[in-house]
C-alpha cells in the first residue's frame, strides 16, 4: 500500500510518514512519522531546534545503533535519543553507572536524532522513499527473539570486582556529602537569622524531635484520650436517656441494613434452595 | 433449558465472558473516549454494552435523624427484643421466614389441589368390581397394565377380587401443612375392603400381593380417564415390597402436584401382635420353593417385611397423632418445613433407608412429647433442639419410643435392637419408624447435626447460607468416594455372606441385604483411618403402569464416601495382636493372606498387614487398597467391579510417576533451604548481623505446581561466560532444563551505619551481596554468583536468590518533607512493592506453611487449584498468592464441612468457591493461624460495605491485611473474575458427573483442556524452546535432552547453572509491553505450547491522529479525514519477529480487527 504524504496544515500536524520494513522478506510496513523538533522551551542544549529530528512509532526491536544508521542516508547523524515518551530529555541527571541503571525500556519508543547540519533535518522531512526502508539487513542483522534473550542474560552475569570499585566510588562521594550535610547543619544550630528566630538541628546541643504526621496524630489521640477520660458517663439522667435512645437507632439502623440485604438477595433469587 | 454436551456448554459461557472482557477494555481507555467521533452504525455491537453501573451491591445504610430517634412504639420494641431472645440476628430471622415463603405451598394453588383430590376420590369409588379369581391367575388384567410387584416366587394360594374401596383419605404432610415445594407430594390412603382380604394374608407377601394387584387395577382404570396428565408406578421411599400410584393433574397443573397413591388394609384386620419383631411371616420353604420340614418355631424372624406391612396399617393412626402435636404449635409446622430443607440438601430425604420429611415430624413430636419442646418455639429454635438432640442421642444403641402405656405385648426396645440397626417405635409400639435405616446413615445424620450445632453457635459464618441455602454433594463432602457397579455381584456376596435369613426379610432384594454387612465389614476394616463411611441411599425411579417393574439388578451402582482421619488414614502399617494371643487368628480370617507376621521394635512379633505406599500421593490412597482387598476376600466382589475415586487427578500435578512425589521433592528443597538458613545465621565477616531469614517462593509454602528438582548442568551443553563461573545458554540447542530462582530475604540488622538515602541504601545492598557470595565461597565452598539486586547460591541442586533486606527501606522509600518540614509517609509504588516481597509475602508464606503442617491436603489442594487456573490460560491474570489463599480459605472455613483431608475434594470445593462466592458483596476472609476474632469480623465487613468502590473486585482479607487487599490489587480484573467464575462451575459439573458415574471411562483432564474457539489469534511454539514442556497437561511424547545429568554423575566442581531464563516468559513480557494496548495475551505457564491473543476492540476504532497514541498504527484516509488505526498486518508480523527462534506460527482465527 502506498503510505499518503501527509502535508503541512492537516489534521495530522507536519508529520511525514516514512515506511519501514524489518527485513527484505518481510511483507508488512511499518510507518515512522518524523518532524522538525520544535518546544517552546528553547534551553535544552543537546536538541538544538533546527538540527533535530523527532521521530515517533519506532518499533520494540530497534537499536540507537539501528536508528543512526537509518538516519545517516539523510545526513551524517551525531547523536540519537530513544526515550519511551516524547518530552524533555531523562538523562539530564548524573549519568547513571551501568549497574544501577533502572530497567531499560521496553516496547514502542520514540526517538530524537540530532544532525550535523539543518539539511540533514530536511531531506528527511521531505524524504519520498520508493522503497520502504530496511532495518535488519544481512550485513547488520537485528537480533530478536532467543539470540536477544541469551544477549540479555549474559549481559545481566556482571563482574564483582567492577561493581565493587564503583560501590566504594559511590560510597565515598555519598559519606562526604552526607558529612557535608551534617557540618552544615552543626554550624547552623543556634544561629539567629535576621529576624531573630533560631533554628534547631538535629545535629545541636539540643537536639529538636523531628516532626512527624505519626507524632502529630498521637498528640491529638492523647489529648483526645485525656478529655475523654475526665467526662462521666452516665451522670446526668440526660446522658441516660441519651444512651438508651443510641442503643434502639443502632438496633433500627441495623433492622434496616438487614431489610436492604434481604431485600437484595430476594432479588437475586438467592431464597431457592433447590 | 436442556444441556447438550459439556463442550458446547462451555463455549457458550466463554462467548459470554469474551464479550465482558472486551468491554473491560473498553473501559480501561477511559480517556480516549470524549475524543471518539461517533460514528453510526459502524460501531461493534460489543460497544452497546457498557457495564452496568454496581447493581446489586450493598451500600451503607442512610436513615434521617428523624427516622432514627423517632420514639419507639410497644409493637416495635418487641419485635425487637424477640429477634434478640429467639434468633440469633434479625438477619437470620428474615432470612427463614423468606426461605419459608419460597417453599411453602401458596394458598391459591392448595384450592386447585383439593379440587383434584376431590376428583380422584370421586373417581376411585365408581371403579367397577371384578369376580373372584386365584391371585396367581392374572389374566383378568388387562393387557394395558403390569403387576407392579417382582412376584418371585410366583406360586401363592389366595383369592382375589376387586371391590370399591371402603375409604379414600388424604394422610401426611400435605394435611399438616409442612410439605415444602419443588415436589409438591399429597400421600391418600386407599383402604381396601376388608372382604378383599383374608385371614393370612399376612403370610408369604400375600398382602402385599393383594395390595399391588389393586393397585394395577385402580392404575389401569385411572390412566383412560383424561383427567389425569400422568399416571406411574413407583415405589413407596424405594421399598419394592411397597408399589404406590402417582398420579398428576392433566394440562399445565401437571407440575403442579403429585398424588401418591398407597393402598392399605383396615387399620383392625390384622392383629398388630402378629408383626411382633421376633415373628416370623415369610416361610422359608415357600420362598425356597421346596417341601418343608421344618416347624414354625425354626422359622427365622422376619422383622424388616413385618415392619412393611405394619406401616400401611398405622397410618392414620400417625396422622392424628402428629395432628394433635400440631395444634396451636406454628412452630412446629415452620420448623419441619426448615428440617425438610436442611436434609433435602444433605441428600439424606430420599431413597431407600433415608430421614424422611415424615420421621422429622415424627421426631418433633417426640421431642413435645418429652417436653424439649413447647408450643410457644419458633420454627428456628425447633430446627435447633431437632439438631442437638440428633447430636447427642446415638439411636444405634439407645432407641427412643412415642409409646406411652405400658403393654406386655408391645415388643420391648431391646427387641427392637435385635432386630433393626435404629430404633424410633411410633405411638402404636410396634412399628419402628428408622428400620430401614442403617447404622451408617444415622451416623452421617449425627455427624451433619453436629457440624451444624457448630455452625449455628459459630458467629463468624453466615449460618443460614451455609446450613441451609448450601447444597452438599457426596462428592464434596466426602474425602474418598467409591462406587460398585456390577451388583448382580452383590447376590453372590449374599451367598458367599450366608445371608439367606436376611434376603427372605428383604423380599429378595439382595441389595439392602448385603448393605448393612458390607458397612460393618468396611468399617471394621478402616477402624481409625476413617471417621465416617456412609453411602448413597438407594433409589429406583417411577416407571409407566404397561412396563414390568425393575429390577434389582437395574440399579446402577451403589456410591459409599468415606471422611479420612488424616491423623491416621496414610498409615503403611496395621498392627495386629501378637502372634501368640487367640485374636491373632481372628485377625488372620480377617485379613486373609496380607496378614503376616512381623517382628517390631520394641521385640514384639505380631500379626500385621503392610500396605503398598511409596509417597504421599499414594499413601492417601491406602484406604481404597483396603476397601479393594476386603470386598474381593470376604464379598467376593472383583476388583473390576469397585471404581475409586480418590486420587484420579493426581496426573496433573505429577511429573512422572516415580519414587519420590511432588510433596517429597517439595520436603527437600526446604531442607536445603534450612541448611542455607543455618549457614547465613552463622556466618562469619559479615559487617552486620543477620536478623532473619525468610523464604518467599512458592515452594517454601508448599504450594509450588511443579517443586524444582535437583540439576546438575551438563558443561558441553552450555556456553561459558568470561571470568565467572556461570554458564551461559547456547542459542542452536534446546532450551535449558527451567531452574527456577528461589527467592530467599535475608535481613541485616539495623544500625546507625546504614545510610537514610535511598541509592545509598541501594549501593550497600549490593556490597553486602557481594560479600555474601565471598564468605558463602570461602566458608561453606558454596557456588554464588552476585549482583545488584540478589545473590544466587547454588546448593544440592538448587538455586537460591538471596536479597538482603533493609527494616527501614520501605519507610525511607515512603518519605516526603513538607515545605514547612513536617515529614510525612506516603505509599509509593516502589514502597508497596519492597513490603510486598520483604514484609507480607515471608508472614504469608510461614503461616502457609504452618497450615500445611495441620492439615496436610494443603498443598495437593492448591497445586491442583493452580494447575487448572494455569491450564484455563489465566495464570498471569491472576496472582498466585490470591489462589494460595484461597485454597487456604477452604481449610481455616470449611463450613458447612470438615476440612478436606483429600486433595482432590479440596479441588472440587476450590472450584465450587470460585463459582459460587459474592464478591461483590463480600470479603473473603481468610483468618490465618485464627488471629481474627469474632468481633473483628463485623469490623472488617463494615468497613468493606462502607468502601466497596475503592476495592479490587476480588477482596481478600487476612489478619495482617484487613482493609486493602493487597494480594488482589490490579489483578484479576472484573471479568477475567467473572469468566474464572464461570469456567469454574462448567468445570465442577464436568467433573462431578465424570466422577459420580463410574460405568463409562471417562477423560478426567477434560477440564484441564482450555477451549480455544474464542480467541482471535494463536501464536504456536516450538516445542524445543519450551523448558517447562514436560509440565504439560497431556505429556508429552517427545522430549528434549535440557542439558542435565544424572543424579549421581560424578563432577569435578561445581558452575551455576542457567538460572530462571524461560523464552516464553520473555517474550510474553516484550509482547505485553509493546502490544498490551491491543490485545490480551493468555499462556499456560506449566509447559503450554501456545499463546492465545485476544484483541481489546477498543484500540480498533479510528481515531484522529496524536502523537501519545501513535504506538503500531498507520494512516488511513476515512470519510472524516485521516485517521489512525493499529496496523495490524505489522502487529501480526511482529508477534513472529520479536519470538524469532521460538514460534513457529501465528494463526489469526478470527478477521475481527477488520473495520
Known sequence: MAPPRVGGGSAVGDFTVIPLRFSNRSRASRHLFVKLHRVRDTADRSRPQDRTLFVLNLPPYISQECVHRLFSQCGSVTSVELQEKPGPSDKSETQKSKFFSGRSVQGFRVAYVVFKS????????????????????????????????????????????????????????????????????????????????????????RPGIPRTEAGNLRLIQREKRKRAQKELLNFYSWQHRETKREHIAQLRKKFEEDKQKIALLRAERKFKPF | MKRKSPETDLHVAEQQDLEKIQDAGNNSDDGEKDEEIEKPGKRRNVMKKKQTTDAGVIGAVKLSKRELYKPPTNEELNQLKETENLFHSTLLRM??????????????????????????????????????????????????????????????????????????????????????????????????????????????????????????????????????????????????????????????????????????APASFFKLSRFHPSKNN???????????????????????????????????????FLFNAATDFPGMKDGIGILKVWLHQRELSRGYGCFSGFLASMLVAYLLSKRKLNKMMSGYQVLRNVLQFLAVTDLTQNGISLFQDTDDSVPSLQDFHEAFEVVFVDPSGFVNLCAEMTTSKYKQIQYEAQKSM??????????????????????????????????????????????????????????????????????????????????????????????????????????????????????????????????????????????????????????????????????????????????????????????????????????????????????????????????????????????????????????????????????????????????????????????????VICHMEGSGKW?????????????????????????????????????????????????????????????????????????????????????????????????????????????????????????????????????????????????????????????????????KNNPLIVNLNGDIKETEYAEIKNDFVATRTQHPVM?????????????????????????????????????????????????LKMVFRPPLDIYDVIIHLNPRHIPRYSEAVDRPKVTYNRGTLRDDAAVKFLKMPVVDHDPV???????????????????????????????????????????????AKMLETKENGLQIIPNVEAIMEDFEILGAGLVKSVKALTEKWKI
Open chain 2, 95 to 264: 432470612q427463614i421466614e423468606e426461605l419459608l415463603k419460597e417453599v411453602k405451598l401458596k394458598e391459591k394453588k392448595r384450592k386447585a389441589i383439593d379440587t383434584f383430590l376431590h376428583e380422584v376420590k370421586n373417581f376411585l369409588s365408581n371403579i367397577p368390581e371384578t369376580k373372584q379369581v386365584d391371585v396367581t391367575d392374572q389374566s383378568w388384567l388387562s393387557k394395558g397394565v403390569k403387576v407392579p410387584f417382582l412376584q418371585m416366587p410366583y406360586n401363592i394360594k389366595g383369592k382375589f377380587h376387586f371391590l370399591p374401596p371402603a375409604s379414600v383419605k388424604v394422610i401426611g404432610s400435605y394435611l399438616l401443612g409442612t410439605c415444602i415445594k419443588p415436589e409438591i407430594n399429597v400421600d391418600v390412603a386407599v383402604t381396601m375392603p376388608a372382604e378383599i382380604l383374608q385371614a393370612k394374608d399376612n403370610l408369604n407377601q400375600r398382602y402385599l400381593r393383594k395390595r399391588a394387584l389393586y393397585l394395577a387395577h385402580i392404575a389401569y382404570h385411572l390412566s383412560k380417564n383424561k383427567l389425569f396428565g400422568c399416571v406411574k408406578f413407583g415405589y413407596f421411599s424405594s421399598n419394592h415390597l411397597k408399589p404406590i400410584l402417582y398420579l398428576s393433574p392433566q394440562g399445565k397443573d401437571e407440575k403442579l402436584v403429585t398424588v401418591r397413591l398407597h393402598p392399605c
Open chain 2, 755 to 919: 545510610p537514610q538515602n535511598k541509592d545509598a541504601i541501594q549501593h550497600v545492598k549490593a556490597a553486602f551481596h557481594i560479600r555474601l557470595a565471598d564468605l558463602l565461597h570461602q566458608q561453606h565452598q558454596l557456588t554464588s554468583q552476585p549482583s545488584t539486586t540478589h545473590v544466587d547460591v547454588y546448593k544440592d541442586g538448587y538455586v537460591f536468590r538471596v536479597q538482603v533486606g533493609y527494616h527501614r527501606e520501605p519507610l525511607i522509600l515512603k518519605e516526603i518533607q513538607t515545605p514547612d518540614g513536617m515529614l510525612k509517609y506516603r505509599d509509593t509504588e516502589e514502597s508497596l512493592q519492597l513490603e510486598l516481597e520483604t514484609i507480607h509475602l515471608p508472614y504469608l508464606t510461614s503461616t502457609l506453611h504452618g497450615l500445611q503442617q495441620q492439615h496436610s491436603a494443603y498443598s495437593g489442594t492448591c497445586r491442583l487449584a493452580k494447575r487448572w487456573v494455569s491450564a484455563q490460560l489465566l495464570s498471569n491474570h491472576i496472582g498466585e498468592e490470591s489462589i494460595d489463599l484461597l485454597a487456604a480459605y477452604l481449610f481455616t472455613q470449611p463450613a458447612p464441612y470438615s476440612p478436606p483431608a483429600s486433595p482432590q475434594t479440596g479441588f472440587l470445593r476450590f472450584l465450587n468457591l470460585l463459582s459460587t462466592f459474592d464478591w
Open chain 2, 454 to 743: 457448630e455452625i449455628l453457635d459459630n458467629k463468624t459464618v453466615d449460618g443460614f447460607e451455609v446450613l441451609l441455602m448450601t447444597r452438599k454433594p457426596l462428592l464434596q463432602t466426602f474425602d474418598h468416594v467409591f462406587h460398585l457397579k456390577n451388583l448382580v455381584k452383590l447376590q453372590e456376596g449374599c451367598k458367599k455372606m450366608k445371608l439367606l435369613n436376611d434376603l427372605i426379610d428383604h423380599g429378595g432384594n439382595y441389595i439392602v441385604t448385603i448393605l448393612p454387612h458390607l458397612l460393618s465389614l468396611l468399617t471394621r476394616g478402616l477402624g481409625q483411618r476413617i471417621h465416617l463411611l456412609t453411602h448413597s441411599l438407594l433409589q429406583t425411579s417411577e416407571w409407566p403402569i404397561n412396563a414390568d417393574p425393575p429390577k434389582h439388578k437395574d440399579s446402577r451402582c451403589l456410591s459409599f464416601g468415606v471422611l479420612l482421619n488424616p491423623a491416621f488414614s496414610a498409615n503403611v502399617l496395621e498392627k495386629g495382636p501378637l502372634a501368640d494371643s487367640p485374636e491373632a487368628a481372628e485377625f488372620r480370617d480377617f485379613w486373609g493372606e496380607n496378614s503376616e507376621l512381623r517382628r517390631f521394635q520394641d521385640g514384639s512379633i505380631c500379626e500385621a498387614v503392610l500396605w503398598q505406599g511409596d509417597n504421599m500421593c499414594d499413601c492417601r490412597l491406602i484406604p481404597g487398597q483396603i476397601i479393594k482387598h476386603l470386598l474381593q476376600l470376604h464379598v467376593d466382589l472383583p476388583k473390576s467391579s469397585l471404581c475409586y475415586v480418590g486420587g484420579l487427578l493426581d496426573s496433573v500435578i505429577e511429573v512422572e510417576k516415580g519414587h519420590a512425589g511432588s510433596e517429597e521433592k517439595t520436603i527437600s528443597v526446604v531442607q536445603s533451604y534450612d541448611d542455607l538458613s543455618r549457614k547465613l545465621w552463622n556466618l562469619s565477616g559479615l559487617p552486620l548481623n543477620v536478623t532473619s531469614v525468610q523464604g518467599i517462593h512458592p515452594v517454601f509454602r508448599f504450594t509450588e505446581v511443579f517443586p524444582p528438582v535437583p540439576v546438575k548442568p551438563d558443561f558441553s551443553f552450555y556456553m561459558k561466560a568470561k571470568n565467572t563461573k556461570c554458564l551461559l545458554p547456547s542459542s542452536d540447542k534446546p532450551c535449558s532444563v527451567y531452574v527456577p530462582a528461589l527467592k
Open chain 2, 282 to 320: 415369610v416361610r422359608v420353604s415357600w420362598f425356597l420353593e421346596q417341601e418343608s420340614a421344618q416347624g414354625e418355631n425354626d422359622e427365622p424372624p422376619t422383622p424388616h417385611y413385618n415392619n412393611t406391612i405394619l406401616i400401611d396399617l398405622v397410618m392414620e393412626k400417625h396422622l392424628h
Open chain 1, 118 to 205: 539543518s539539511a540533514g533535518v530536511k531531506a528527511a522531512v521531505s524524504s519520498k522513499p520508493r522503497e520502504p526502508w530496511v532495518l535488519s539487513t544481512s550485513e547488520r542483522p537485528v537480533k530478536t527473539g532467543l539470540q536477544k534473550w541469551i544477549q540479555d542474560y549474559s549481559s545481566r552475569i556482571i563482574d564483582a570486582g567492577e561493581l565493587q570499585t564503583e560501590i566504594d566510588q559511590f560510597m565515598k562521594q555519598h559519606d562526604q556529602k552526607v558529612a557535608e550535610m551534617e557540618a552544615l547543619e552543626e554550624a547552623e544550630d543556634g544561629v539567629p537569622d535576621e529576624d531573630g528566630w533560631v533554628k534547631v538541628t538535629r545535629k545541636g546541643r
Open chain 2, 955 to 1003: 477482596f481478600i482479607a487476612t489478619p495482617n491485611d484487613r482493609k486493602s487487599s493487597i494480594w488482589t490489587k490490579g489483578r484479576p480484573s472484573a471479568p477475567i473474575l467473572h469468566r474464572l467464575a464461570e469456567l469454574a462451575s462448567q468445570s465442577l459439573r464436568t467433573l462431578e458427573r465424570q466422577l459420580m458415574d463410574p460405568l463409562d471411562n471417562h477423560d
Open chain 2, 1065 to 1111: 516468559q520473555c517474550y510474553l513480557r516484550e509482547l505485553r509491553s509493546s502490544f498490551g494496548e491491543f490485545a490480551l495475551f493468555f499462556y499456560d505457564t506449566h509447559g503450554g505450547s501456545l499463546i492465545a491473543v485476544l484483541w481489546k476492540p477498543q484500540a480498533f476504532t479510528p481515531q484522529p491522529f496524536k502523537t501519545s497514541h501513535i504506538n
